[in-house]
């Protein structure tokens, strides 16, 4: 157990850091649920879920988990062939107990498998996407949804298009002018810090906010044509009294249980949903400057819980997502304690204070998630994975380009297959040398045998001479596939015709004697 001061220390670090993350998570959250086509108060209901519930359950100390973008186009198209949203939250709840039956298989191993290019490709697009994606919003156009990361939008624009659009049309001046100023000070922000005092702990997206609030009111005091309308705002669905508050939250309709629809969409957001947890945690574990690992089981018992309890109160569904997480670990979160916290805020700002949130500009958080891109793909990104050589640079710069050009979910699985290509490239070097010394011959494995191996060690076989002395030395292996045996075992038995004689050498052969059975005397094993 950490000591008291150790204790003291976290929470110096977390309270500050669930601040910064639940002002991230706040437009993000309404952003999701805008473009799923679900009320908004369902998005932050889903924030809160993934903060509180996840958070408490989790074993990752930086994960923060919420709505996905990833998942919207899945969320919306269930929603339109859904009776009531009451129906999808059923779904939802399904999905959670799905995920809790992969934990139970251990299917969160799967994880472990994504190489790490990929990973890095990930964060590196993410990081494109954010700042592309917000500085229309950070200029006050607020023409796509908050969160999004699909290159296409639902009005025909890409990414590219819209980011044109919204610097080559009519500004905003108010949004401009908030979004430069914010940004200005975030980056001075990071560089003048200082290491010791109060103020080390004051996080910069904070006061981004106050600058933006207070800002926008004194441009409606001395310059009235400049300040910020209610749509280039935060905009949280506000009750007439807190008594009402409970009355955004809904039960599932349990009736719809027995259709088709409900579990094809609960399987559908199980897996999907699992992925893309699985995938962020493995890439938050890459940002932690301590370097933990988190149980990737654990992790989909957390988000199955998770769903569980957010498609029981309405929500949406929750997975651990990149842009709050990489926010927790750039404020210098120490703990899941960061995590759970801004889920709390979340609830009590929703629930207390929605009027003062609703003044926000969206152009100072556009700043703040600006910024967070930016560290996620700084240019030493790039030129450390080009220095490491063309099998990790090709992956990560394909994952890049595919992730920004299609949308997440897709662009993972284009870097996927392109990763396992150079894996599977990298396998077919040379595993096996040959060489003779009159009849002296040898066949050694310079490391273990896999299916891929097969025509190569058929290939040096087939070049040892009539009347040789063959030694197999399988010493430098540890595994030697069945397919790669069965072609050991052929060679033994026609080694006799030719006068061979043969020996294994390695403990894995002796291992593997059982199955290497040959039926001449000239066989032993060293």
Same mark, same amino acid.
């Given at each position: 157990?950490?000591?008291?001061?150790?204790?003291?220390?976290?929470?110096?670090?977390?309270?500050?850091?669930?601040?910064?993350? $639940?002002?991230? $998570?706040?437009?993000?959250?309404?952003?999701?649920?805008?473009?799923?086509?679900?009320?908004?108060?369902?998005?932050?209901?889903?924030?809160?879920?993934?903060?509180?519930?996840?958070?408490?359950?989790?074993?990752?100390?930086?994960?923060?988990?919420?709505?996905?973008?990833?998942?919207?186009?899945?969320?919306?198209?269930?929603?339109?062939?859904?009776?009531?949203?009451?129906?999808?939250?059923?779904? !939802?709840?399904?999905?959670?107990?799905?995920?809790?039956?992969?934990?139970?298989?251990?299917?969160?191993?799967?994880?472990?498998?994504?190489?790490?290019?990929?990973?890095?490709?990930?964060?590196?697009?993410?990081?494109?996407?954010?700042?592309?994606?917000?500085?229309?919003?950070?200029?006050?156009?607020?023409?796509?949804?908050?969160?999004?990361?699909?290159?296409?939008?639902?009005?025909?624009?890409?990414?590219?298009?819209?980011?044109?659009?919204?610097?080559?049309?009519?500004?905003?001046?108010?949004?401009?002018?908030?979004?430069?100023?914010?940004?200005?000070?975030?980056?001075?922000?990071?560089?003048?810090?200082?290491?010791?005092?109060?103020?080390?702990?004051?996080?910069?997206?904070? !006061?981004?906010? +106050?600058?933006?609030?207070?800002?926008?009111?004194?441009?409606?005091?001395?310059?009235?044509?400049?300040?910020?309308?209610?749509?280039?705002?935060?905009?949280?669905?506000?009750?007439?009294?807190?008594?009402?508050?409970?009355?955004?939250?809904?039960?599932?309709?349990?009736?719809?249980?027995?259709?088709?629809?409900?579990?094809?969409?609960?399987?559908?957001?199980?897996?999907?949903?699992?992925?893309?947890?699985?995938?962020?945690?493995?890439?938050?574990?890459?940002?932690?400057?301590?370097?933990?690992?988190?149980?990737?089981?654990?992790?989909?018992?957390?988000?199955?819980?998770?769903?569980? !309890?957010?498609?029981?109160?309405?929500?949406?569904?929750?997975?651990?997502?990149?842009?709050?997480?990489?926010?927790?670990?750039?404020?210098?979160?120490?703990?899941?304690?960061?995590?759970?916290?801004?889920?709390?805020?979340?609830?009590?700002?929703?629930?207390?204070?929605?009027?003062?949130?609703?003044?926000?500009?969206?152009?100072?958080?556009?700043?703040?998630?600006?910024?967070?891109?930016?560290?996620?793909?700084?240019?030493?990104?790039?030129?450390?994975?080009?220095?490491?050589?063309?099998?990790?640079? +090709?992956?990560?710069?394909?994952?890049?380009?595919?992730?920004?050009?299609?949308?997440?979910?897709?662009?993972?699985?284009?870097?996927?297959?392109?990763?396992?290509?150079?894996?599977?490239?990298?396998?077919?070097?040379?595993?096996?040398?040959?060489?003779?010394?009159?009849?002296?011959?040898?066949?050694?494995?310079?490391?273990?045998?896999?299916?891929?191996?097969?025509?190569?060690?058929?290939?040096?076989?087939?070049?040892?001479?009539?009347?040789?002395?063959?030694?197999?030395?399988?010493?430098?292996?540890?595994?030697?596939?069945?397919?790669?045996?069965?072609?050991?075992?052929?060679?033994?038995?026609?080694?006799?015709?030719?006068?061979?004689?043969?020996?294994?050498?390695?403990?894995?052969?002796?291992?593997?004697?059982?199955?290497?059975?040959?039926?001449?005397?000239?066989?032993?094993?060293?």
């Amino acid at each position: 157990m950490p000591t008291s001061p150790a204790r003291l220390s976290s929470i110096r670090a977390d309270l500050p850091a669930s601040i910064v993350v $639940a002002l991230v $998570a706040l437009p993000l959250c309404l952003g999701v649920a805008l473009a799923s086509g679900a009320p908004l108060f369902a998005g932050l209901i889903a924030g809160i879920v993934g903060g509180v519930v996840v958070g408490a359950l989790s074993k990752s100390p930086l994960s923060v988990s919420g709505p996905a973008a990833g998942l919207t186009v899945i969320v919306l198209a269930a929603i339109e062939s859904m009776p009531s949203f009451q129906v999808f939250t059923l779904s !939802v709840m399904l999905a959670g107990v799905l995920q809790l039956a992969f934990s139970a298989t251990r299917a969160g191993i799967l994880a472990e498998f994504v190489p790490s290019s990929v990973i890095t490709g990930m964060l590196a697009a993410i990081g494109i996407i954010l700042i592309l994606k917000q500085i229309p919003h950070a200029v006050g156009y607020d023409g796509d949804f908050e969160g999004s990361f699909e290159f296409w939008g639902s009005d025909g624009n890409n990414t590219f298009s819209t980011l044109w659009t919204s610097l080559t049309g009519s500004l905003t001046p108010g949004a401009v002018l908030i979004g430069a100023v914010s940004l200005a000070f975030l980056f001075w922000w990071d560089a003048a810090r200082p290491k010791e005092g109060a103020l080390r702990f004051v996080p910069g997206p904070l !006061v981004v906010v +106050v600058i933006g609030v207070v800002g926008n009111l004194l441009l409606g005091a001395i310059r009235p044509d400049w300040q910020l309308g209610a749509t280039h705002l935060v905009q949280v669905p506000v009750v007439d009294s807190l008594a009402r508050f409970p009355s955004l939250f809904s039960l599932p309709d349990f009736s719809a249980i027995g259709t088709s629809v409900v579990w094809t969409t609960a399987a559908t957001l199980a897996i999907v949903a699992s992925l893309e947890s699985l995938l962020s945690v493995k890439a938050v574990d890459e940002l932690d400057p301590r370097r933990r690992t988190t149980d990737k089981n654990r992790e989909l018992m957390a988000q199955g819980t998770g769903n569980i !309890v957010s498609g029981l109160i309405g929500g949406l569904p929750v997975t651990s997502v990149i842009v709050r997480s990489s926010a927790n670990v750039d404020s210098g979160a120490e703990s899941k304690a960061s995590t759970m916290l801004h889920g709390g805020w979340l609830l009590l700002s929703v629930a207390l204070i929605p009027t003062v949130l609703n003044l926000i500009p969206l152009a100072a958080l556009a700043a703040v998630l600006i910024a967070t891109g930016y560290k996620l793909t700084k240019p030493k990104l790039f030129t450390e994975r080009y220095k490491q050589g063309w099998t990790q640079f +090709v992956p990560f710069v394909v994952t890049v380009a595919a992730i920004l050009f299609t949308d997440l979910l897709e662009g993972i699985v284009i870097g996927l297959a392109v990763g396992f290509v150079f894996v599977v490239a990298r396998n077919f070097r040379t595993a096996i040398t040959f060489a003779c010394d009159g009849s002296d011959c040898l066949v050694r494995a310079r490391r273990n045998l896999y299916f891929i191996h097969k025509y190569e060690l058929q290939k040096k076989l087939a070049q040892v001479p009539d009347g040789a002395d063959l030694l197999i030395d399988l010493s430098s292996t540890s595994y030697v596939d069945l397919d790669n045996v069965d072609i050991i075992n052929a060679f033994i038995k026609g080694a006799a015709y030719r006068g061979i004689g043969v020996t294994v050498r390695g403990d894995v052969a002796e291992r593997s004697a059982p199955l290497i059975q040959a039926p001449t005397t000239g066989v032993r094993f060293a």
